[in-house]
T-cell receptor
Framework: KNEVEQSPQNLTAQEGEFITINCSYS?????LHWLQQHPGGGIVSLFM?????KKHGRLIATINIQEKHSSLHITASHPRDSAVYIC??????WGAGTKLIIKP | NAGVTQTPKFQVLKTGQSMTLQCAQD?????MSWYRQDPGMGLRLIHY???????DQGEVPNGYNVSRSTTEDFPLRLLSAAPSQTSVYFC????????????FGPGTRLTVT
């Protein structure tokens, strides 16, 4: 059984749509990391959060430590948001990622 | 700051050859790590270090060696390359302790024929 489950695995949406990516995990953690991997391969940190919600621009991340669940939301999605989004509970176990494609 | 740098960006090896992937960071981070990324899979930890002179194995350490003689550098050595080691390798660093985000290098794409 995978210790990190991301859903959906693949998501294609139209520009402007509200996007939600979910991450469920089985290990007890104190913090979770969301990262973005660009089509060129580079990995960029988006959020590190241990409770509640964080917002950066059009990106919002939420976490419920008790439920072992986190979500990443993108408002007013744009083609430049096309990337693979990875969640990593406490950076020990890495999800395979959600491949997001935003069509113009 | 250059952040985390990796060299080379691309490498092709023949089975049995050895090589070293270089990683350096200029953020004075104590914690450094090496991951491999294979298609359809998440990042898998190969080796990590919590400071100069201290290294430990991750999830998939076989076939790889590391050393940490300075805070800045954390090279990964492939002792005898195998086709199963064809992958993209990422080096990362962060402040030691929980709750600190990692900074990744640009990656090295390795092909073993």
């Amino acid at each position: 059984k995978n210790e990190v489950e991301q859903s959906p695995q693949n998501l294609t949406a139209q520009e402007g749509e509200f996007i939600t990516i979910n991450c469920s995990y089985s290990v007890g953690i104190s913090a979770l990391h969301w990262l973005q991997q660009h089509p060129g391969g580079g990995i960029v940190s988006l959020f590190m959060l241990s409770s509640g919600k964080k917002k950066h621009g059009r990106l919002i991340a939420t976490i419920n430590i008790q439920e072992k669940h986190s979500s990443l939301h993108i408002t007013a999605s744009h083609p430049r948001d096309s990337a693979v989004y990875i969640c990593a509970p406490y950076q020990l176990i890495w999800g395979a990622g959600t491949k997001l494609i935003i069509k113009p | 700051n250059a952040g985390v740098t990796q060299t080379p960006k691309f490498q092709v090896l023949k089975t049995g050859q050895s090589m070293t992937l270089q990683c350096a960071q200029d953020m004075n981070h104590e914690y450094m790590s090496w991951y491999r990324q294979d298609p359809g899979m998440g990042l898998r930890l190969i080796h990590y270090s919590v400071g100069a002179g201290i290294t430990d194995q991750g999830e998939v350490p076989n076939g790889y060696n590391v050393s940490r003689s300075t805070t800045e550098d954390f090279p990964l050595r492939l002792l005898s390359a195998a086709p199963s080691q064809t992958s993209v390798y990422f080096c990362a660093s962060r402040i030691t302790g929980g709750g600190y985000e990692q900074y990744f290098g640009p990656g090295t794409r390795l092909t073993v024929t």
